[in-house]
């Protein structure tokens, strides 16, 4: 069964510094992998997605997440964030499509003026 | 292009009231889902759709109904709202692959 491991829960950081956000999942097929932001009383947002491909994917904010098959990994990494980053980052991963989602239990990134 | 949206955005219930949570999407997706978040659970699946009149079970359907009678909605209904049912609700559409959120809904049962 698939599954999403988020290993923080809370990660401070200070405004430029650089972040990563780690998400490990459980599957022995091939998957896709999510990054979805919510901002405070917000719904989520997709932020970026694995499909295929470059296992480096990118975001138009400057985010990045690299899946990494073989340590079951898609980390997500910022190297300079602003105090605008500041929200909760959810991994999803699914074997066979959208009807199978899963969800990690979310990290929360705070940044430090 | 609206998404999804989803009314009300807050509500107040007593233990035991009734209510139903609209969802509407002009994406044209055939998928739709719900999903309540609670914090330190991340999100849990209710109830989806793959379609025009078909509703499937989730992670925690309990307590919840829904019905998909157009292809652009989807309504969560509760039937006699609970205390344990306080929790905020998102509901999505997606393609075949990637699930777009809504706002979500507030719902306090006292």
């Known amino acids: 069964a698939q599954s999403v491991t988020q290993l923080d829960s809370q990660v401070p950081v200070f405004e430029e510094a650089p972040v990563e956000l780690r998400c490990n999942y459980s599957?022995?097929?091939?998957?896709?992998l999510f990054w979805y932001v919510q901002y405070p009383n917000q719904g989520l947002q997709l932020l970026l997605k694995?499909?295929?491909?470059?296992?480096l994917v990118e975001s138009i904010n400057g985010f990045e997440a690299e899946f990494n098959k073989s340590q079951t990994s898609f980390h997500l990494r910022k190297p300079s964030v602003h105090i605008s980053d500041t929200a909760e980052y959810f991994c999803?991963?699914?074997?066979?499509?959208?009807?199978?989602?899963?969800f990690g239990t979310g990290t929360r990134l705070t940044v430090i003026p | 292009n609206a998404g999804v949206t989803q009314t009300p955005k807050f509500r107040v219930l007593k233990t035991g009231q009734s209510m139903t949570l609209l969802c509407a999407q002009d994406?044209?997706?055939?998928?739709m889902y719900w999903y309540r978040q609670d914090p330190g659970m991340g999100l849990r699946l209710i109830h989806y759709?793959?379609?025009?009149?078909?509703?499937a079970k989730g992670e925690v359907p309990d307590g919840y109904n829904v019905s998909r009678l157009k292809k652009q909605n989807f309504l969560l209904g509760l039937e006699s709202a609970a205390p344990s049912q306080t929790s905020v609700y998102f509901c999505?559409?997606?393609?075949?692959?990637?699930?777009?959120f809504g706002p979500g809904t507030r719902l306090l049962v006292l």
């Open positions: 999505a559409s997606s393609d075949q692959i990637t699930q777009y």
């Open positions: 599957s022995s097929v091939s998957v896709y």
């Open positions: 694995y499909l295929s491909g470059s296992t």
């Open positions: 999803a991963v699914t074997e066979g499509g959208a009807n199978n989602l899963f």
């Open positions: 994406m044209n997706h055939e998928y």
């Open positions: 759709s793959v379609g025009e009149g078909t509703t």
